[in-house]
Nanobody, 124 residues
Framework: QVQLVESGGGLVQAGGSLRLSCAAS????????MGWFRQAPGKEREFVAG????????SYADSVKGRFTISRDNAKNTVYLQMNSLKSEDTAVYYC?????????????????WGQGTQVTVSS
């Protein structure tokens, strides 16, 4: 079992930045590929970014490439999402997720563990 707790969400103006954190506890964090997903009202949960469990390979949704950066610190059992140049369409609840695999997946159904989510609101 892995427990995930997100933090760092909030209200920001368009063009601003936020840094989300996801602290993991339980099983060995470095055994898990990690992902960030988001869900806006009335929309499906969508992949934002992912990072592999060991070599730091990353993957991003086209909508956030060049603006968002995912990273992880295995010593701190934490994964981060740095979000820059935020847009109103980035407004959503952001979730981190873990899967016991080397590889990233863009499909939320492939993740076993989820945090409770943190709200990000971007005002235009």
């Amino acid at each position: 079992q892995v427990q995930l707790v997100e933090s760092g969400g909030g209200l920001v103006q368009a063009g601003g930045s936020l840094r989300l954190s996801c602290a993991a506890s339980g099983r060995t964090f470095s055994n898990y590929a990690m992902g960030w997903f988001r869900q806006a009202p009335g929309k499906e949960r969508e992949f934002v970014a992912g990072i592999s469990r060991s070599d730091g390979t990353t993957s991003y949704a086209d909508s956030v490439k060049g603006r968002f950066t995912i990273s992880r610190d295995n010593a701190k059992n934490t994964v981060y999402l740095q979000m820059n140049s935020l847009k109103s369409e980035d407004t959503a609840v952001y979730y981190c997720a873990a899967r016991p695999s080397i590889f990233i997946s863009g499909d939320f159904r492939n993740y076993n563990y989820w945090g409770q989510g943190t709200q990000v609101t971007v005002s235009s």
